[in-house]
């Protein structure tokens, strides 16, 4: 028997454009569902089971493994699992890489989280920006000549794509010896990334990877040895590579559905450089739009550091966006609303977003564009 409060389905799911968390693979939630009384095999739920369980050694080896295949990560680096979002890791970076160093650590800051994890590493050491966009409100990114790097940094901190304002490298800049320090927080797994030119990279999984309570972090092992000894324990690289990310109780059930995702990108899209493609696809019927729309939308990012994840644009007025993002809702596309700071309308089309869900989108803003631009009453009422 179905009962109306656990009866819902799949098509009462709507377009979701949450920029975080935000939208899993259909086939995921449904794995999830399916498996949630009883793992296979197991005779209890991944919500009960021990971290020190032979069945969550097992799904904490295969996403290991499937994380390593996908991203091809070398044997000179190590994957951990852990907690705190990427929030932590602004302070984690810089107590294991720069606290008692002389040198710098250069920051890139392109957007609110390269902000953010600047303003966090300034508590811990020396901090020099080699780059920062704030004057034009984080519109476009660094060319590799216009990086100011310290000789001797301690890293090179650079966030590949800006979830607020919507601007993602296309290249890792070149940082020569100095390593490279990556949040990759939402375009993670969504492209492939040369893990073996990374000193550090790191991702909370709620945006393409899966649900809030594991951040992914892969280290070159190297740099392991600057954990200092005196660090507590659970904010120390060292000590969580030590013991195979169990140095207290896991975020077993999110590491869980991490592994159901890497399985899921695997089975429907093979490699990343197909999802990445895949993802282009989806990004560019959005901007094409934006592009043909004599400037009825404009976009915030410039057009060669446009993100394929969070698209951002606005209309002429705020009263437009408002009436926009109403009548998107309407017709199902929700969560479209940009941040504060940009104003605005984000689009996040995070892997798990549907090419059909875009293809809606992109229609309601044909007709959107073509029912309000040119009739100036229309514009000035959205009421
Ligand atoms: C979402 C996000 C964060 C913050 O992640 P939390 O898990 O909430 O700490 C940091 N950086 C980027 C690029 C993000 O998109």
């Not at 169990?246 to 450089?273: H, K, S």
């Not at 309308?345 to 007709?367: C, H, Q, W």
Request: net charge negative; hydrophobic share 40%; with cysteine.
């Amino acid at each position: 028997m179905v009962t109306d409060r656990n009866g819902a389905d799949a098509g009462e799911r709507l377009f979701n454009f949450s920029p975080g968390p935000a939208v899993l693979p259909l086939g995921v939630l449904e794995e999830i569902r399916r498996d949630m009384l009883c793992l296979p095999g197991v005779g209890s739920s991944i919500l009960e089971i021990s971290h020190r369980s032979p069945a969550f050694d097992a799904i904490l080896d295969e996403t290991r493994t499937a994380l390593a295949r996908l991203l091809d990560v070398p044997d000179t680096h190590e994957i951990l699992f852990l907690q705190g979002g990427a929030n932590l890791q602004f302070s984690m970076i810089p107590m294991n890489l720069l606290r008692g160093r002389d040198e710098p650590a250069d920051y890139v800051v392109t957007g609110t989280w390269g902000a953010g994890a600047a303003k966090q590493a300034a508590l811990e050491g020396k901090v020099a920006t080699a780059w920062d966009g704030k004057s034009t409100n984080y519109d476009h990114l660094p060319s590799q000549d216009e990086l100011a790097l310290s000789p001797q940094a301690a890293y090179v901190h650079l966030t590949s794509n800006e979830t607020i304002q919507g601007v993602q490298f296309k290249e890792m800049p070149d940082t020569g010896d100095r390593p490279l320090v990556c949040d990759a927080s939402s375009d993670f797994l969504s492209r492939p990334i040369n893990v073996s030119k990374m000193g550090l990279l790191y991702a909370c999984a709620q945006k393409n990877a899966g649900i809030a309570g594991v951040t992914v972090v892969i280290i070159r092992k190297d740099l392991l040895e600057r954990s200092a000894k005196s660090l507590p324990a659970m904010l120390s690289y060292r000590e969580h590579a030590e013991k195979d990310s169990r140095a207290n109780t896991p975020p077993v059930f999110a590491i869980y559905v991490l592994g159901l995702v890497c399985r899921w990108i695997r089975d429907t899209f093979g490699d990343l450089e197909q999802l990445a493609a895949h993802n282009a696809r989806k990004a560019a019927l959005l901007y094409d739009e934006l592009d043909a729309s004599n400037g009825f939308y404009s976009g915030h990012a410039a057009p060669a550091c446009r993100s394929d994840m969070n698209v951002t644009f606005r209309m002429p007025t705020e009263a437009l966006d408002d009436a926009f993002i109403a009548e998107a809702a309407e017709q199902g596309l929700v969560d479209l609303r940009g941040h504060r700071s940009v104003g605005g309308i984000r689009a996040s089309i995070y892997n798990a977003m549907p090419l059909e869900g875009v293809e809606k989108l992109r229609d309601f803003m044909t007709a959107f564009r073509q029912a309000r631009s040119g009739s100036t009453e229309a514009a000035g009422g959205s009421s």
